[in-house]
Each structure stands twice: as structure tokens, then as C-alpha cells.
């Protein structure tokens, strides 16, 4: 069948959830039997989110083609098992360096250049380009309706609505309908507005995504109806769920497949496959135990610049059957006396990515504190570094071991690559490139040791994981740190750069270069994160 096209809009308030609501009917419709493709459209002026503090915009996620995208395409691949690319998220400042470039080179040839049609056109191209036969193409609109800087966004999507027509286009406005406590009921009016803003600018949604804090009553869906101009059956509550995983059976409960599927005239009879979604709730819901992971990093205070870390811990919580409580701790604190004592009561110590000198040292501390009191560690990409530095200090006895990252050490133990290769092609970099886009980033091969613990838990010699970092750790002192019990069991192909150190006779030791979280799934968690949260679980059984 030809694609059809799903738009998600967002209005009354920020963060109501388009990501999830996206990835949730990804999932429905793939459990019906369809293939799906996730694409965000982000209206700011970046090119990509690779720039921008994490405390502004969360997590960074990256593809397995090196694009720095927006987190909800962490959510797409998450619930979906779909794997993004580069062409599923695009910025204004990309349309519009497209754009730009373009007109520069003549190519509009002499037309003044407008946002439409321009603009729109390029927009409605890149939403429909890169795609084989996917039966649906699910596209969040970000920002809420109303923004200035949405606006060539939403026009461009009423453009492609009014090409392709009905029978291959809907729209799905996902609103908030608060409750007034003083009042005692739920309040419609903020919806209504939001879908009246939506209609001025030429776009009539479809269904509604009502979310909300408590049930919403047959009266109140009959209202939203009315005085927005859909079906009742499309109007669908949205409850807050105790875990994310349950939205797609939220969703189905309330027929939000079913209304996509009725609008495009597919068969409804039949209900869709979700026994892989109740193995995931029940599993969550029904722990056979509990282990908490301390994560001791710089941006703590928004767990959204952790999200994809997060969810993966929980994915090997789910393959272990235990609950796996966090612990989240600010690297700075260990640079004080007596803040070491926070990690008494936890069974795992991790360390994330992160960039820059503050909060070095500290973490320095953890995962001393983490090898000495023999407690699982995990360090990743920056954790994996400051893992070889503390092990070059204390035990190697490489006492001005440091990063070029925050100077000049003496002993560079960790230092910028500047070229490396990729497949067969030579990829370089100096230290006057611009910070964006200039990182190690997609997919790399690594060759794992054998004999290694690392070949114990992926069971393979050869593996590929995506990468976002510009330091490596030095190769030209593997000899004298593997001397010392830290073992390089991962390389790049060429031998050239240390992806994964282990240390041994440590219970579980481990620092990865690259970034596994990106590539876990409720339904197929990574095996470095049920490996670690097994150790945990080791480590809860002898305190």
C-alpha cells in the first residue's frame, strides 16, 4: 500500500509527551502488522542539538550514521526497534542552511527567496525523502502550536496534507486537559483554544490526545467533540501511566490504532499482538528483587540529559526481573571530605558521558571508591576515561596521569585523536574545527579480545556501537597499564584505539568508549546492561 502519513502537533503546554505518544503508535501499528518510520521536525535554529547544553536540551542522541539528533528518536528506536538516520531529524537551522545554500549558488535562479515556498518546500522534501515502503510515516511537529518558530513547520505539513489527501494523511493533536483542583473537574477550554489555533492556521486534527490526571468522563469527551469538530471514538485519554511501557496498552485501550486505522479504512477486527508489551509491564510491576545504581555525573540535575541511560538500566533491571532504583549523585560532591559515604548503600557505581574539567576529579573518586570496595563499575566514553586515569595514578603509579582535555599533562594518558579511520575512508580532525558535527560519532567496529569478560557477555568477536566523544584514550600506554591489571579487551579494527578496558580480578570492572545505552530495547536489552545490573544484583546478595 502507499505510505501514509501521520502528524503529531502539540499544544496548550510543552513536554505533554509527542515522543512517547509517537513511539507508542509506532508500536500499536507494527503490532498490527505494519512497518513504520519515525521522523521530529525541531523548529529551533541549531543545525543539531550536538552544541547545546544538556541542562537545555537533555540527552543527545546519536545514530548509527553519526547524526546528533533530539532524544525522541531515542523513544522512536526504543519502541520500535526501527533504527533512526540522519534523515528523521531535521532543524530550522538545517532548512534553512539548506535553503541558504542553495539560493547562494544560484540554484532558485533569481527568484526571491520566502519562506513559502522555499522554505515549506524544503521542508515537505526532506519529510518524505530517504523512505522505501513503509505502510506509515509517524511525524512529531516539536514545540507547541502557537510558536513562531513552528510555524513554517505546521505550514508545510498542511501543504502535504492537502497534497496527499485523506486517504494518505492525518492529523493527531495531542492537548492537556487540566484539573482544577478548586473546582473539582477537568477543564476542556485550554483544548478547545489549542484546536481553534490549529484550525487558523488551515489544519483540522483528526484525534485528539487528551492528557490528563485522572479519567476523563464520557460528558467531557462528548464536549471535546463537539466544540472541536472530531468523532468521539477519536477523542482519547491520555492517563499518566506508571511506566512508559504501558502507553502503547494505554493507547490501545483507549483505540487510538483503531482510530488511525478507521480513518485510512484498514481493517479493525482483529486486535493487534501484545504479548511482548504485558511480558515488559508485568516484568516491571513484578520484581523478584531491587539494586541501586549510583550514577555519579555533571548534569544530574536533569535526568533528561541521561534519558537513553536510564532506560537502558531499567532494560536490564526488566532481563534480571529486579527494580532498579538510581541514585543520582553530582560528580563535584566527591571533591569534598566525607561525600564518599553517599555511595555506601549502592550495588553498582556508573559513571556516564560528559565533557569538560568540572566534575573530573570527582569522578575520579568513584570509581576509586568503586575498585577498592570491590562494588561493579561501569564507566562510559568519559567514565571509561577517568576509569584508566585512576587506575594510571594508583596502581600504575603514573602519578601526573591527566586528559589533554583540561591542559597539558605531564602524562597524557588520555588524548585527542586527530584522524582515525572509518571502514576504509580516513576521517581527520585539528583543534581549530568547529566544536559541532566534529566528534567521533556513529557506528564504529570493535574487536574483542578472546578470553576477555567482554566476549563473555556480547558472545561475539567482532561488534558495532555508536560513538559522540573527540578524546581516546593514549594506545601508547596500553603496555604499561595492562601491566597493571588493566586489561585493553576491545580495539579498533586497526588496532589503534582502545574502545574496552577491564580490570582484573575485580568483580566487575568495566569502561566502554563507545555509548551502549543507544542501542537497548525494553524488548532486546543491551547485554553490557544485563551483565552489569546481574553484578549489582550479585552485589546486593552479599551486603
Request: include cysteine.
Amino acid at each position: 500500500m502507499a505510505t501514509r502519513f501521520v502528524f503529531i502537533t502539540g499544544g496548550v503546554v510543552s513536554s505533554l509527551g509527542k515522543g512517547i505518544a509517537s513511539a507508542a503508535l509506532g508500536a500499536l501499528l507494527q503490532a498490527r502488522g505494519y512497518t513504520v518510520r519515525l521522523r521530529k521536525l525541531d523548529p529551533y535554529l541549531n543545525v543539531d542539538p550536538g552544541t547545546m547544553s544538556p541542562f537545555q536540551h537533555g540527552e543527545v542522541f546519536v545514530t548509527d550514521d553519526g547524526a546528533e539528533t533530539d532524544l525522541d528518536l531515542g523513544h522512536y528506536e526504543r519502541f520500535t526497534g526501527v533504527a533512526s538516520r540522519q534523515s528523521d531529524n531535521v532543524t530550522t537551522g538545517r532548512i534553512y542552511s539548506s535553503v541558504i545554500s542553495k539560493e547562494r549558488k544560484g540554484d532558485y535562479l533569481g527568484a526571491t527567496v520566502q519562506v513559502i515556498p522555499h522554505v515549506t518546500d524544503a521542508i515537505k522534501n526532506f519529510i518524505q525523502a530517504d523512505l522505501g515502503d513503509e505502510d506509515f510515516v509517524i511525524c512529531e511537529i516539536g514545540g507547541t502550536v502557537g510558536d513562531i518558530e513552528s510555524l513554517p513547520f505546521l505550514e508545510a505539513i498542511r501543504q502535504l496534507g492537502n497534497e496527499l489527501g485523506l486517504k494518505r494523511s492525518i492529523f493527531i493533536h495531542l492537548t492537556l486537559v487540566p484539573f482544577i483542583q478548586a473546582a473539582g473537574e477537568l477543564k476542556t477550554k485550554p483544548t478547545q483554544h489549542s484546536v481553534k489555533e490549529l484550525l487558523g492556521l488551515g489544519i483540522q486534527p483528526q484525534i485528539l490526545i487528551c492528557r490528563i490526571e485522572r479519567p476523563m468522563s464520557q460528558s467531557d469527551k462528548s464536549k471535546i467533540a463537539l466544540f472541536c469538530n472530531v468523532q468521539e471514538d477519536c477523542v482519547i485519554s491520555a492517563v499518566d501511566s506508571e511506566t512508559i511501557y504501558s502507553v502503547p496498552m494505554d493507547y490501545q485501550t483507549q483505540g487510538l490504532d483503531k482510530a488511525v486505522c478507521k480513518h485510512f479504512s484498514l481493517p479493525i477486527s482483529k486486535e493487534p499482538n501484545m504479548k511482548v508489551w504485558n511480558e515488559i509491564v508485568n516484568s516491571i510491576h513484578k520484581p523478584d528483587g531491587e539494586v541501586t545504581i549510583a550514577i555519579v555525573g555533571k548534569y544530574v540535575q536533569l535526568p533528561d540529559a541521561y534519558k537513553s541511560l536510564s532506560e537502558a538500566l531499567d532494560h536490564g533491571g526488566i532481563s534480571n526481573k529486579v527494580k532498579v532504583n538510581l541514585k543520582w549523585l553530582d560528580s563535584e560532591i566527591f571533591e569534598k571530605d566525607k561525600a564518599l559515604e553517599e555511595l555506601e548503600d549502592v550495588h553498582g557505581i556508573l559513571v556516564p558521558g560528559g565533557f569538560g574539567e568540572r566534575g573530573a576529579e570527582g569522578k575520579i573518586k568513584a570509581v576509586q571508591f568503586a575498585r577498592e570496595r570491590n562494588i561493579p563499575y561501569f564507566g562510559i566514553c568519559f567514565g571509561m576515561q577517568m576509569g584508566v586515569v585512576e587506575v594510571a595514578r594508583n596502581i600504575a603509579n603514573i602519578k601526573n596521569a591527566g586528559s589533554t582535555e583540561f591542559g597539558n599533562p605531564d602524562e597524557p594518558v588520555i588524548g585527542l585523536m586527530t584522524e582515525w579511520y572509518k571502514g576504509e575512508s580516513l576521517e581527520k580532525r585539528d583543534t581549530e574545527d568547529d566544536i559541532g558535527g566534529t566528534m567521533r560519532l556513529g557506528a564504529y567496529d570493535c574487536k574483542i579480545r578472546a578470553g576477555s569478560k567482554i566476549e563473555g557477555i556480547y558472545k561475539k568477536s567482532l561488534i558495532s556501537e555508536r560513538h559522540r566523544h573527540r578524546y581516546e584514550v593514549n594506545i601508547n600506554y596500553k603496555d604499561v597499564l595492562e601491566k597493571s591489571g588493566l586489561k585493553f579487551s576491545g580495539l579498533s579494527p586497526d588496532g589503534l584505539l582502545p574502545e574496552i578496558i577491564e580490570l582484573e580480578g575485580h568483580p566487575w570492572f568495566i569502561g566502554v568508549q563507545f555509548h551502549p545505552e543507544l542501542k537497548s530495547k525494553p524488548f532486546d536489552p543491551h547485554p553490557l546492561f544485563v551483565s552489569f545490573i546481574n553484578a549489582a544484583l550479585a552485589q546486593a546478595r552479599l551486603v
